[in-house]
């Protein structure tokens, strides 16, 4: 397969609008396992007006979530001690009306890990994960199911990188700098999403190829003046379509954890045996 790492090449096929991706479609006559009707029926792996239509819906459910309002849920979950893996999953759940909140991490989980390809370690498990998330999602309309349980799902395994990257010791370690620009470092420097893929015309007479496109290459054209393209989000019209609600969930749990740290090792020092230790 063919392997793209420019960052401005990467933009270009992104955002042209003859790429496509390569479809998860169920062969009509066929019973399909609840796994592959799934990425069959989300907006990730389908083209064209079919895409359209289920990203504008996606689009509408994230125009009711508020980023602040998930923010603040992400701080409260992160101040109580949830694992900072589970709160992503766990505030977007709740704000769309999931039920079972606290089993829905662990069955996003499972489904992330397939999503991308389609195949799982375990089927049987990431079947029942998919049809237990669909039951779980309180829509009433099977294709709003879907829609539901795929906004967990893109954003779990994304978001939940971001925040162990911009906390890992070598980042924040001893770190004045504002979380944002963390966050900001982690995008640029480390994407999240590592490469996405594309079916690309005109690579080969006549047909298509399959191309995989890093999102986190070198951007040549990058100088002192003018930073690297940040491509972590994707770009073109299949880019993310929740980079606010993302970073305002990030955000809001890396700040907690770096502000609860702070706190502690101030308490721990000016503690009245923190000589004797
Ligand atoms: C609240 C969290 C998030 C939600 C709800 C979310 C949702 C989505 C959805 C629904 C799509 C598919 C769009 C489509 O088919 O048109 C998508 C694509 C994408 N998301 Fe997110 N996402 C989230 C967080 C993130 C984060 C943190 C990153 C990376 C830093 C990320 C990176 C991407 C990328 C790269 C794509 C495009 C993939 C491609 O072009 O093939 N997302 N996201």
């Given amino acids: 397969m063919i392997e793209i790492i420019e960052r401005a090449e990467v933009e270009r096929i992104l955002s042209e609008p003859s790429s496509?991706?390569?479809?998860a479609a169920v062969a009509a006559g066929t019973t399909a396992s609840p796994m592959t009707r799934f990425r069959a029926d989300v907006s990730r792996f389908v083209n064209?007006?079919?895409?359209?239509?289920?990203r504008a819906r996606l689009e509408a459910l994230l125009d009711g979530l508020d980023p602040a309002a998930l923010a603040a849920a992400a701080a409260a979950h992160a101040r109580?001690?949830?694992?900072?893996?589970?709160?992503?999953?766990?505030?977007?759940?709740?704000?769309?009306?999931?039920?079972?909140?606290?089993?829905?991490?662990?069955?996003?989980?499972v489904v992330a890990a397939a999503y991308p390809t389609g195949a799982a370690a375990d089927p049987e498990t990431a079947d029942a994960a998919v049809t237990a998330l669909l039951e779980a999602s309180g829509a009433a309309d099977p294709a709003e199911q879907v829609l539901r349980v795929q906004l967990l799902?893109?954003?779990?395994?994304?978001?939940?990188?971001?925040v162990e990257r911009a906390l890992a010791p070598a980042r924040s370690r001893g770190a004045d700098a504002p979380t944002r620009a963390l966050l900001e470092?982690?995008?640029?420097?480390?994407?999240?999403?590592?490469?996405?893929?594309?079916?690309?015309?005109?690579?080969?007479?006549?047909?298509?190829?399959?191309?995989?496109?890093?999102?986190?290459?070198?951007?040549?054209?990058?100088?002192?003046?003018?930073?690297?393209?940040?491509?972590?989000?994707?770009?073109?019209?299949?880019?993310?379509?929740a980079p606010h609600h993302a970073l305002a969930i990030a955000a809001a749990i890396v700040e907690t954890i770096r502000t609860d740290g702070a706190e502690r090792r101030r308490d721990e020092e000016t503690s009245p045996d923190?000589?004797?230790r």
């Fill in 80 to 109: 109580a001690g949830t694992c900072a893996r589970d709160i992503p999953v766990a505030v977007l759940a709740d704000a769309l009306g999931f039920a079972r909140a606290d089993v829905l991490p662990s069955l996003v989980e």
């Fill in 185 to 241: 470092s982690v995008l640029r420097d480390d994407s999240p999403v590592p490469v996405t893929r594309r079916l690309v015309p005109g690579l080969l007479e006549g047909g298509e190829m399959l191309v995989t496109l890093h999102l986190g290459g070198p951007d040549r054209e990058a100088t002192a003046e003018r930073p690297a393209r940040v491509l972590a989000f994707g770009a073109g019209p299949r880019a993310c379509p």
């Fill in 153 to 162: 799902v893109q954003a779990h395994a994304a978001t939940t990188t971001l």
């Fill in 48 to 54: 064209g007006a079919e895409h359209e239509a289920r």
């Fill in 20 to 23: 496509r991706v390569p479809e």
């Fill in 274 to 276: 923190a000589d004797a």
